[in-house]
């Protein structure tokens, strides 16, 4: 007698066997692929505007809610991704010194000296109220502080240094509009931080909370 192969007939897997297949299908990749809302819209997208290849498919309605959904992407995708990048410089990138910037406030202003040498404006405004900064830190008119933003040293110091107090606030605000802004610096910005940097040193602490005028000496 010949055997004849049995179609169709049901399999009954004991339990074991029953709970490996089942994870062998799950562990299946296509199970686990999960496109992104940007994606799916993308995808839909590309659909829509298949089917408006010749002019006899263009409708002018699907036309106005394809661009209406492209319009929506573009918005959705700036506000979700441009903030996103703005508070991440905002928090973490706005420092007045480096965790890692050990140089003293002599040393700092001989690299704005030198950048203001090579016309460099930039870099020798931004140097120059970092040895403003650190000066403060050395004479312990300030204290030294991780992280600290120039319109935080600018305030903190306009306090200990009231009758320069706009001043300092000013330099900071030249400070992030230069660093952080895209503003370009000038020699005239060069100038005043430089004429201001020169005061700070020659200035005494205030001990009191008034504005009276502080007692200035000639820088060493």
Same mark, same amino acid.
């Given at each position: 007698?010949?055997?004849?192969?049995?179609?169709?007939?049901?399999?009954?897997?004991?339990?074991?066997?029953?709970?490996?297949?089942?994870?062998?299908?799950?562990?299946?990749?296509?199970?686990?692929?999960?496109?992104?809302?940007?994606?799916?819209?993308?995808?839909?997208?590309?659909?829509?505007?298949?089917?408006?290849?010749?002019?006899?498919?263009?409708?002018?309605?699907?036309?106005?809610?394809?661009?209406?959904?492209?319009?929506?992407?573009?918005?959705?995708?700036?506000?979700?991704?441009?903030?996103?990048?703005?508070?991440? %410089? !905002?928090?973490?990138? $706005?420092? #007045?010194?480096?965790?890692?910037?050990? /140089? *003293? =406030?002599? +040393?700092?202003?001989? &690299? @704005?000296?030198?950048?203001?040498?090579?016309?460099?404006?930039?870099?020798?405004?931004?140097?120059?109220?970092?040895?403003?900064? %650190? !000066?403060?830190?050395? $004479?312990? #008119?300030?204290?030294?502080?991780?992280? /600290? *933003? =120039?319109? +935080?040293?600018?305030? &903190? @110091?306009?306090?200990?240094?009231?009758?320069?107090?706009?001043?300092?606030?000013?330099?900071?605000?030249?400070?992030?509009?230069?660093?952080?802004?895209?503003?370009?610096?000038?020699?005239?910005?060069?100038?005043?931080?430089?004429?201001?940097?020169?005061?700070?040193?020659?200035?005494?602490?205030?001990?009191?909370?008034?504005?009276?005028?502080?007692?200035?000496?000639?820088?060493?």
């Amino acid at each position: 007698m010949v055997a004849r192969a049995t179609v169709g007939v049901p399999v009954d897997p004991d339990a074991a066997t029953g709970r490996r297949w089942a994870t062998e299908e799950l562990l299946d990749p296509a199970y686990h692929e999960q496109r992104s809302l940007l994606r799916r819209l993308w995808d839909w997208l590309a659909e829509q505007l298949a089917g408006l290849r010749t002019p006899a498919a263009i409708d002018p309605v699907a036309v106005l809610v394809v661009v209406g959904v492209i319009v929506a992407v573009v918005v959705v995708a700036f506000l979700v991704a441009g903030p996103v990048r703005v508070s991440r %410089r !905002g928090a973490s990138d $706005r420092r #007045v010194l480096e965790h890692d910037d050990a /140089r *003293t =406030a002599e +040393e700092i202003r001989a &690299a @704005a000296d030198a950048a203001a040498s090579r016309g460099d404006w930039a870099v020798a405004v931004l140097e120059r109220y970092r040895a403003i900064v %650190r !000066g403060l830190e050395e $004479r312990t #008119v300030l204290e030294e502080r991780v992280a /600290r *933003t =120039a319109h +935080e040293a600018a305030l &903190a @110091a306009a306090a200990r240094l009231p009758s320069l107090g706009d001043d300092l606030v000013a330099a900071g605000r030249t400070f992030d509009d230069v660093a952080y802004g895209d503003e370009p610096a000038t020699p005239d910005d060069e100038r005043r931080l430089r004429e201001l940097d020169a005061r700070v040193r020659g200035a005494r602490p205030s001990t009191g909370g008034d504005r009276a005028d502080l007692a200035v000496t000639a820088p060493r």
